[in-house]
């Protein structure tokens, strides 16, 4: 068996900043899978070719390539399947896409609130790059895009209710132990702490306390990556 | 076995339009279960007192008196364990339980749009405690909680977007079949046609779509309650 993760970094190698990619590395701990990580940048692009596209998360595993964490993580249930279940079952399955879903709308919250503490960290090839992607998607400059990101933080954390009532009866998303569920929506949270020190949650959310257990979860497999 | 489950009703005994009733009509229907449905109005608070809450949905069986959609799901998931499962297994019932809370938030959006609409169906008896225990949530009369739905229409179609996600690879949240995950939703969208004619999604939405799939299942059970 062969695993190679291509993973995000910033100009500091050790400092992975993708929510996608974080999702897979649970993932594979949570199946006990060893993958050698290897830090990507933006402006290698050409190293992803084999996959078809551009984008990190890509697992290369005994040379097939794939991309897309949803499709990474079914992947990974497949092969391996007398590892621990990413899902639980069919049903399960189904049942944990709103989780990949959900993470992607988050994910849209999020970047408005850190995007200039993601442009601090890139490395300097990236961001010329980054600016040119990001301003021309959100149509404006990226300094614009966080001015009032202190207004936007109770909208986002209102956002976060249901999530947030599901916290009050059970410690993770797929129950008694995290699932998938839990990794796709912590990729979010676990981005934002490795590149920001702004505080998406307050104390004593649940959502605050649940993140805990997951950045403790796999020996602080989360906890140990540089981070605010 | 006995079952019964009040249900609210309109100045028509046939117009239902709770949005947590219906999530245990369709419970009931999927597991194979009769129950006596009988019409409830928020004058009628006294009748439900051996629940010790005064709010539908309130199943009785066989003398247990039971209320909180979720509560009652699960109660039917465990007396009815050779029924079909809503759930599919205890990690599935976890995974599940967002879409209750989901439920509950676009709810809170729903009720925006269609208020007055609600309060036109009402039996007399109910209008005055209607409009003032809603007036006073909203600290607003009714007509000015609904007089700017035209503005708030695509903020909520927009909030909808993981939902939307989900439903471009699978048909329904549950997978290839509905499970509670799915009535767990539909509810608010069945609450909302039954009592107004305001469209709340655009036609070639996958949400519309799966909406009528659930309009048809088990025999159109939704699709034949009056509505528009």
């Known amino acids: 068996m062969s695993l190679k993760l291509y993973d995000l970094a910033g100009a500091q190698p050790e400092r992975r900043f993708s929510p996608y990619c ?10 006990g899978l060893e993958a050698e990580v ?7 692009k050409a190293v992803l070719a084999p996959s078809g596209q551009g984008k990190v998360p890509v697992l290369v595993h005994n040379n097939k390539w794939l991309s897309d964490s949803w499709v990474i993580a079914n992947y990974l249930e497949e092969q391996f399947p007398g590892h621990p279940s990413l899902f639980a ?5 189904a049942l944990s896409y709103i989780y990949s879903t959900l993470g992607d709308f988050h994910s849209g919250q999020i970047v408005r609130l850190v995007l200039m503490d993601i442009y601090k960290h890139l490395a ?20 614009q895009v966080v001015q009032n990101r ?9 956002s976060l209710f249901p999530l947030r009532a599901v916290l009050k009866t059970q410690p993770f998303f797929g129950g008694d132990e995290p699932l998938y569920a839990d990794y796709a929506l912590f990729g979010q949270f676990q981005w934002a702490r490795c590149i920001s020190d702004f505080e998406l949650l307050a104390a004593d959310d649940p959502i605050a306390h649940w993140r805990t257990r997951m950045l403790n979860a796999f020996d602080g497999l989360a906890l140990s990556a540089p981070a605010y």
Request: charged fraction near 35%; glycine fraction near 6%.
């Open 22 to 31: 974080w999702r897979i590395r649970m993932a594979l701990a949570h199946k």
């Open 38 to 44: 290897i830090p990507w940048r933006f402006s290698d």
């Open 89 to 93: 079952g069919a049903e399960g399955r």
């Open 124 to 143: 300097d090839q990236d961001k010329e790059y980054f600016r040119q992607s990001r301003e021309q998607r959100f149509g404006m400059t990226l300094e």
């Open 150 to 158: 202190d207004t936007q933080l109770p909208v986002f954390r209102d």
